[in-house]
């Protein structure tokens, strides 16, 4: 949650598999009393394990009130790290949240 606007937060899934890659599906939203919108959004695994970047990288941008992302790569046994990184802006400036998490995945 962000300590600047605090109807803005980062959501998220932990890593999970689907049809044989791994998933990390997350976002950020404001609330629509915020006097903030979310105008960027990163959500991203490691390892990439050679994903093209389109795909291991999930993007959104543009000042509005909820954006969400995906990253998915290759399966291959071991601990992945997804991490979701927002920019916030409002009448208080720029706030930046974050999360990561840790999850062992077995293919």
Not at 42 to 51: F, I, R
Request: proline share 7%; glycine share 10%.
């Amino acid at each position: 949650m962000s300590e600047v606007y605090p109807g803005c937060e980062v959501f998220f899934e932990d890593p999970h598999v689907v049809d044989g890659k791994v998933r990390f599906n997350g976002g950020a939203r404001c609330s629509e009393s915020a006097p903030a919108t979310v105008d960027w959004l990163l959500v991203w695994l490691t390892p990439q394990n050679n994903a093209p970047y389109d795909e291991a990288v999930g993007e959104g941008s543009g000042p509005e009130k909820f954006h969400s992302a995906s990253s998915t790569v290759p399966c291959v046994d071991g601990t992945y790290q997804g991490t979701i990184f927002a920019s916030v802006f409002g009448n208080k400036g720029v706030d930046q949240m974050w999360v990561d998490r840790e999850v062992t995945i077995d293919c």
